[in-house]
């Protein structure tokens, strides 16, 4: 069995959204995922990265078609309501959800999508917290990678743009696209 990989990214819906929310989410599949790469650099604007959020309708349109050909799985964590001033906090709670729900899919290895050296050290100290708490295991891989590097990055922002869009718009997710997403909800107190 190929040893399964998750490209990890974030947003947040701020803009439009009756309530504030922050997405954090993965795209699992194998490590070596050759064709959805390809896929991926086909939508994107020559030499840089692709976002949802640059995407016009059609473009849009095209990723929601493309997503579920990729033979990937995702797992979103949403956070709401989402306090500008617990921004951390709200991120935080995210991140060791997630990691948690992959390390119960067995996920190897994870590609978090690099902010900035501060936050991903940040996000390193999470980690080593995470491990000595054994809320992952020891041998999870994490490691932190600029987005226009893996365009395997542009699919977790691609399903959280979908999941954006339909939770400001008050609409289902795409029905292809739902079927592939593990939702989780994290009530913000």
């Not at 799985?73 to 060791?96: I, Y």
């Not at 050296?117 to 995470?130: A, E, I, N, W």
């Not at 992952?136 to 893996?150: F, H, K, L, N, T």
């Not at 922002?157 to 592939?180: C, I, K, S």
């Amino acid at each position: 069995m190929a040893s399964l990989c998750a490209w990890v990214d974030e947003s947040m819906r701020i803009r439009g959204a009756e309530v504030p929310i922050h997405f954090l989410g993965a795209s699992i599949g194998s490590s070596e995922p050759a064709e959805a790469s390809v896929l991926l650099r086909q939508l994107a604007p020559r030499g840089n990265k692709l976002h949802w959020r640059d995407l016009g309708a059609n473009g849009k349109a095209r990723a929601a078609a493309l997503l579920p050909q990729l033979g990937l799985r995702h797992v979103v964590v949403s956070a709401a309501p989402l306090v500008p001033a617990k921004q951390k906090r709200a991120r935080g709670l995210s991140f060791e959800r997630l990691l948690w729900e992959l390390a119960q899919r067995e996920v190897a290895r994870v590609v978090v999508e690099s902010r900035s050296p501060s936050q991903d050290r940040k996000d390193l100290k999470r980690v080593d917290g995470l491990r000595s708490r054994a809320v992952i295991p020891r041998d999870m891989r994490v490691e932190w990678v600029p987005g226009i590097e893996d365009p395997m990055l542009w699919a977790p922002d691609l399903v959280r743009g979908a999941l954006g869009d339909a939770y400001v718009d008050r609409v289902d997710a795409p029905p292809a696209l739902a079927e592939q997403v593990t939702r989780i909800d994290i009530k913000l107190a």
